[in-house]
């Protein structure tokens, strides 16, 4: 249950919304205003929409850089998973899963259900994104950085980077991690601002890496092993794409996602530097003299707000004023947070 800091800025069907960030907790949180007639206008930085749950097209590969796989424990998400799933765009992922310690590879099945977007982890965000999009009352703006908040008289408008203003806006939903929308509103809501300074975010290095042939097979481990959990001092896990669902045909793929601590001390270090310290980290987990196949590409990509430093407590936060905040950070790290806090904000705004 979210503690409120007082009422929301209540919306009725004519009223007008902006959403910063077309991340799963921005895109549910459109879906729901627009699906009872609010007029919603969403706005990324980025090229695509997906935020956290982005993947690298290549040519000869698709590979997940943030989210590599979820679970699904409320009832409310399952439904929705289960939607998706029969939109095709998301499909249970039945993972062979492997902790690698200094005795070896052991399997680390925990009985959970993960799933993946198919064919590619942004596939849900695409999907989301482009069933908002076909609605009357909604739009989403890509490639357009917001960078102030200004309220005026006939409402709320937002400042692109390229000097644009949108609006007014009877309310603006913020669903970017926490430094990014403080420092868009703690000019305007110290309460909520408050908030975002008691969420800080820890950053996170993801290496990927794309060869001509399949990893060698070892010893007592599957032949198709798809995730692997390390307590080495550099990597955290490495992911197979190749066996994720829709991936088949693609040559071996990995993620390679970093330790936490280690992405701290390292968030600005060279990318290319990066991922082959993640590839040898990948290498000290195999038996000794292995030989990797040839690769053809790799790189990494830096995650500046990958997740949050503590669990928190709450949902979504909002104010009278017309500003509110969702996203995963609030509640809990994981994709299915992302969901339920927009949802929820959309309910909670509708009243
Ligand atoms: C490396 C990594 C691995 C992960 N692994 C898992 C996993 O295995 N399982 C799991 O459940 N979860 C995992 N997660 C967490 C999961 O990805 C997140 O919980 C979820 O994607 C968060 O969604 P969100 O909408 O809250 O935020 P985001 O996805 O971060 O969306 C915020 C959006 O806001 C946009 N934005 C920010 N500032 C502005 C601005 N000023 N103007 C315009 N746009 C802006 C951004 O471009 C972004 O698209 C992982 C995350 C990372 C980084």
């Known amino acids: 249950m979210a503690t409120l800091p007082n009422e929301p800025h209540r919306l009725t069907q004519s009223s007008t919304v902006a959403i910063i960030g077309a991340g799963l ?37 698709t590979l997940d850089l943030g989210a590599q796989a979820f679970t699904v424990r409320d009832e409310r998400f399952a439904r929705k998973v289960a939607e998706w799933q029969a939109a095709g765009c998301v499909a249970p992922w039945p993972t ?69 203003i ?47 042939d399949p990893l060698p097979p070892l010893e007592q481990v599957a032949s198709a092993w798809h995730t692997v959990h390390t307590q080495h001092p550099v990597l955290r896990l490495a992911s197979r794409n190749h066996t994720k669902p829709g991936r088949e045909h693609q040559p071996e793929s990995i993620s390679l ?18 991922v082959q310290q993640l590839l040898e980290a990948f290498m000290s987990l195999l038996p000794e003299h292995t030989k990797l196949p040839n690769v053809i590409e790799l790189g990494a990509h830096r995650w500046r707000y ?17 500003l509110a905040l969702c996203g995963d950070n609030f509640r809990g790290s994981r994709v299915e947070d992302a969901w339920l806090s927009g949802d929820e904000l959309g309910k909670a705004l509708l009243g």
Request: hydrophobic fraction near 35%; proline fraction near 6%.
């Open 257 to 274: 996602i970093a330790q936490l601590d280690w992405s701290d001390v390292h968030i600005e270090s060279d990318s290319e530097r990066v």
């Open 166 to 212: 949108h609006g007014p806006f009877d309310a603006v939903v913020i669903s970017a991690p926490p430094p990014q929308a403080n420092a868009l509103l703690s000019a305007w809501e110290p309460t909520l601002a408050a908030a975002c300074t008691a969420h800080p975010q820890r950053g996170c290095w993801a290496g990927w890496v794309i060869f001509e």
């Open 306 to 322: 990958a997740q949050p430093a503590r669990a928190g407590e709450q949902s979504y936060l909002y104010s009278p004023s017309g």
């Open 25 to 61: 907790s921005g895109l549910a949180c459109g879906h729901q205003l627009a699906s009872h007639a609010v007029d919603v206008k969403l706005f990324d930085k980025s090229r695509g929409p997906g935020g956290r749950m982005s993947s690298k097209r290549r040519p000869a590969a």
């Open 96 to 164: 062979s899963r492997y902790q690698a310690s200094a005795s070896g590879w052991q399997t680390h099945n925990d009985g959970q259900t993960r799933y993946t977007g198919a064919p590619r982890m942004s596939a849900l965000t695409r999907y989301l994104a482009e069933t908002l999009n076909a609605l009357p009352n909604a739009s989403i703006t890509l490639e357009t950085h917001i960078t102030a908040l200004a309220k005026t008289a006939a409402g709320w408008q937002l400042h692109d980077s390229q000097d644009t």
